[in-house]
């Protein structure tokens, strides 16, 4: 039995599925002005003076915190299915249709958020561990309610998922410094494998 843990974004994308929601859910005039809202944080992260995960929050709480979670998942969802396909490497795709007619089972493991990569990994009929916002009283409260899945995450919420003894062969493949953990932990790690 094998299993193939598969990074997202930059990996199976050839753009950060973050920054492209974002702009499809407010629109590239106020992507663009919220970033300017944000630049103090943007520069304490470029100087790594605040680490990733509170950056991303702080990215989500701007355009997101206070959303309805029915309107901003049924937005993922029409993300997911209509627009997702158009940054998609088939490459990445074709390797994962190979590892499934081998039998093996395919997991995404992303830093990105689950609510817009859920109905595209559904469609693959591949699992999917990413990070995941927080809702409360029908909400978004702009905080995650799981650890961003970035670095050594990745491999925490392998590991809490499946037992890595189990599997003959594990496969990896990622394409930032976000997947060193997760590549380290495999038998056959790919780095930047897709173009």
Not at 125 to 152: D, H, M, P, W
Request: with cysteine; aromatic share 14%; proline share 2%.
């Amino acid at each position: 039995m094998s299993i193939a843990f598969f990074d997202f974004d930059g990996t199976i994308s050839t753009k950060d599925s973050l920054v492209e929601f974002i702009k499809y859910a407010v629109g590239k005039y106020r992507y663009y002005y919220g970033l300017l809202k944000l630049s103090p944080v943007l520069v304490l992260y470029t100087l790594k003076l605040i680490p990733n995960n509170i950056a991303k929050e702080k990215l989500l709480s701007n355009y997101f915190k206070d959303w309805a979670t029915e309107d901003f998942e049924r937005l993922a969802d029409k993300y997911s299915e209509t627009e997702l396909n158009q940054i998609i490497k088939s490459s990445a795709v074709e390797k994962i249709k190979w590892h499934q007619e081998q039998g093996h089972k395919v997991v995404v493991v992303s830093a990105s958020i689950n609510s817009w990569l859920k109905k595209w990994c559904d469609h693959y009929q591949v699992e999917l561990i990413a990070t995941q916002l927080e809702y409360k009283k029908g909400k978004l409260t702009g905080r995650f309610s799981t650890k961003n899945c970035y670095g050594i995450e990745k491999v925490n919420r392998i590991n809490a998922q499946f037992d890595l003894a189990k599997f003959e062969e594990i496969y990896a493949y990622g394409d930032s410094a976000g997947d060193k953990e997760m590549l380290a932990i495999s038998t056959q790690p790919h780095y930047k494998l897709f173009k």
